[in-house]
């Protein structure tokens, strides 16, 4: 395996991106943070370049702003508040995180710069032979399930065969209580759409802050806890379980960053349009 280093990737001008860890270097999520609050009121006062953090997580729960209750863990288990966009999301060992931390002009344009990464992520999944694409309403990178349509057809392919799905007729289904076959982590086996790529930002003071985590080989089942990204009708996916091969952080990573660079610098900043 490839090892990988920790500091700042040098580059003359531009992004600058800081390994923070990973692997057994793993970041609890208040240290990282903490760091991102740092380099952001850094940024804000331009004592520093657009900067993005890279790492890995010591697993851990955290819940954006639109989080309902009865989307987090039924057992009690800590979540992290959290001050970002989005709901509630798991990150850990196998799972890619980065942290843009760029400052834009005003009035900022949100939803442009999620549109942002979302592209840069989906060239990251091209250059592995997976299609990643965009959910019309739902950010991040998704996996679109097969347009199979009957059980019998499901089940030829390998699929799970449920004869009857209840989050048809339910918008409240809660997979957690209704057994594994309906798992977030099953998706794949269910030819469901399946999110690889999460996203959940904030902007403040013009500069922005959290960002992505992609799933490359995580425990995907650390997400049946919880109803991910409050989204009851699909499912999580790896680029492993995709690709159905091992692949690590280290072969990743170095993509991540090329295509980071070329969208985040090769993009004409502009104003929200008011």
Same mark, same amino acid.
């Given at each position: 395996?490839?090892?990988? =280093?920790?500091?700042?990737?040098? /580059?003359?001008?531009?992004?600058?991106?800081?390994?923070?860890?990973?692997?057994?270097?793993?970041?609890?999520?208040? =240290?990282?943070?903490?760091?991102?609050?740092?380099?952001?009121?850094?940024?804000?006062?331009?004592? $520093?370049?657009?900067?993005? $953090?890279?790492?890995?997580?010591?697993?851990?729960?955290?819940?954006?702003?639109?989080? =309902?209750?009865?989307?987090?863990?039924?057992?009690?288990?800590?979540?992290?508040?959290?001050?970002?966009?989005?709901?509630? @999301?798991?990150?850990?060992?196998?799972?890619?995180?980065?942290?843009?931390?760029?400052?834009?002009?005003?009035?900022?344009?949100?939803?442009?710069?999620?549109?942002?990464? #979302?592209?840069?992520?989906?060239?990251?999944?091209?250059?592995?032979?997976?299609?990643?694409?965009?959910?019309?309403?739902?950010?991040?990178?998704?996996? $679109?399930?097969?347009?199979?349509?009957?059980?019998?057809?499901?089940?030829?392919?390998?699929?799970?065969?449920?004869?009857?799905?209840?989050?048809?007729?339910?918008? $409240?289904?809660?997979?957690?209580?209704?057994?594994?076959?309906?798992?977030?982590?099953? /998706?794949?086996?269910?030819?469901?759409?399946?999110?690889?790529?999460?996203?959940?930002?904030?902007?403040?003071?013009?500069?922005?802050?959290?960002?992505?985590?992609?799933?490359?080989?995580?425990?995907? @089942? =650390?997400?049946?806890?919880?109803?991910?990204?409050?989204?009851?009708?699909?499912?999580?996916?790896?680029? *492993?379980?995709?690709?159905?091969?091992?692949?690590?952080? *280290?072969?990743?990573?170095?993509?991540?960053?090329?295509?980071?660079?070329?969208?985040? #610098?090769?993009?004409?900043?502009?104003?929200?349009?008011?």
């Amino acid at each position: 395996m490839t090892a990988i =280093s920790r500091g700042e990737t040098p /580059a003359p001008e531009g992004l600058r991106f800081v390994h923070l860890g990973f692997g057994a270097d793993a970041v609890d999520y208040e =240290s990282a943070w903490q760091e991102q609050r740092r380099v952001h009121a850094a940024r804000f006062a331009d004592e $520093l370049p657009d900067t993005c $953090l890279l790492l890995e997580h010591q697993a851990v729960y955290t819940a954006g702003r639109r989080t =309902s209750e009865d989307e987090r863990p039924l057992d009690g288990t800590p979540v992290v508040d959290v001050d970002r966009g989005g709901k509630i @999301t798991w990150h850990g060992p196998g799972q890619l995180v980065g942290y843009p931390i760029q400052k834009l002009p005003r009035p900022v344009d949100v939803v442009a710069h999620v549109r942002r990464l #979302e592209e840069a992520l989906i060239r990251v999944c091209a250059e592995f032979g997976v299609q990643g694409t965009r959910v019309e309403g739902r950010s991040g990178v998704w996996i $679109l399930g097969d347009t199979v349509g009957t059980a019998e057809q499901r089940a030829a392919l390998g699929g799970l065969n449920l004869d009857f799905d209840p989050r048809t007729a339910d918008e $409240l289904f809660d997979p957690r209580l209704n057994g594994p076959e309906y798992a977030p982590s099953n /998706a794949g086996q269910r030819r469901e759409d399946r999110k690889l790529a999460a996203i959940g930002i904030r902007v403040a003071k013009g500069v922005t802050m959290h960002g992505f985590a992609l799933n490359v080989n995580p425990d995907n @089942t =650390s997400f049946d806890k919880i109803v991910p990204c409050g989204i009851r009708d699909a499912g999580v996916a790896s680029l *492993a379980n995709e690709l159905g091969r091992e692949i690590t952080i *280290a072969e990743v990573l170095p993509v991540v960053e090329k295509h980071l660079r070329d969208v985040l #610098e090769g993009a004409e900043l502009l104003p929200r349009a008011v």
